[in-house]
């Protein structure tokens, strides 16, 4: 696919998986719409100017519904159609269950799961009109397996999953495909953060004995950008962490 002239959508785009997945679409030629909080944009946009697209920065948070409808809005009132929207905004409010505060499994349903949803929901007209588009939702293999202390993160990425699976078979008739990808453990700040002997411990768990980037997610989500033959699948990038059989 050309890219010169498509525009790709990536929520929470400022860092992290996110930029590496609006980097490889901007390298690929696209126009983008960058998400993430207000004080993000001057350096983040600075760092796309080298790039033949047109980039365009759009705060907001995906948890209120004004926020999403502007995303979609200032994106097609600069372009004048969108072609991919990637959910990638979320976040963790990790500990364990019973010390778990109703209000922290909310937050992170609302912002991980509705949000996405609110998302898909603002977008599915526009790309019902062009016939053609494509979402992809930024899982996690937590939502395929769980995790101790992630009863909330876990349940808002299975819910992406199945999300993605309904959205896929309601909108292919209009040539629209929905997909997921589940990553694995990967180098961001959270990960950074962690000690030498809790990385040894992940790497341990993990086949290929390393941990993955954000160009690794990023490559896959433009492979389904491209394809337009792959619906509803779930693509799990984790080093062969989460196999199945």
């Not at 926020?67 to 990790?94: H, P, S, Y």
């Not at 495909?177 to 180098?187: D, L, R, S, V, W």
């Not at 000690?195 to 997610?217: A, W, Y």
Request: glycine share 10%; charged share 20%.
């Amino acid at each position: 696919m050309m890219w010169e002239n498509k525009t790709v959508i990536v929520t929470g785009s400022t860092k992290g998986i996110g930029r590496g997945i609006a980097e490889a679409f901007a390298k690929a030629g696209a126009n983008l719409v960058l998400n993430g909080r207000q004080n993000e944009a001057p350096d983040l946009l600075a760092s796309f100017a080298a790039y033949k697209g047109q980039v365009i920065y759009v705060p907001g948070n995906v948890q209120h519904l004004e926020d999403a409808k502007r995303i979609i809005k200032e994106g097609m009132n600069a372009f004048g159609q969108i072609d991919v929207l990637v959910n990638n905004a979320g976040i963790t409010q990790d500990t364990l269950l019973l010390r778990m505060k109703e209000e922290q499994f909310e937050q992170v349903i609302d912002v991980n799961l509705t949000g996405s949803f609110r998302m898909i929901q603002q977008v599915t007209p526009i790309l019902m009109k062009q016939r053609f588009g494509t979402i992809i939702n930024i899982a996690s293999v937590i939502g395929e397996v769980g995790n101790v202390g992630q009863a909330n993160y876990a349940a808002s990425k299975a819910g992406m999953i199945g999300l993605t699976k309904s959205v896929a078979k309601e909108l292919a008739s209009r040539q629209i495909t929905c997909n997921a990808i589940a990553p694995g453990f990967i180098e961001t700040d959270m990960t950074e953060a962690m000690n030498d002997r809790m990385k040894e411990t992940i790497q341990d768990q993990i086949p290929l004995k390393r941990l993955g980037s954000p160009e690794d997610v990023a490559k896959v989500a433009l492979f389904l950008a491209e394809h337009r033959y792959i619906t509803g699948q779930v693509i799990n990038v984790d080093g062969g962490m989460v196999m199945q059989g």
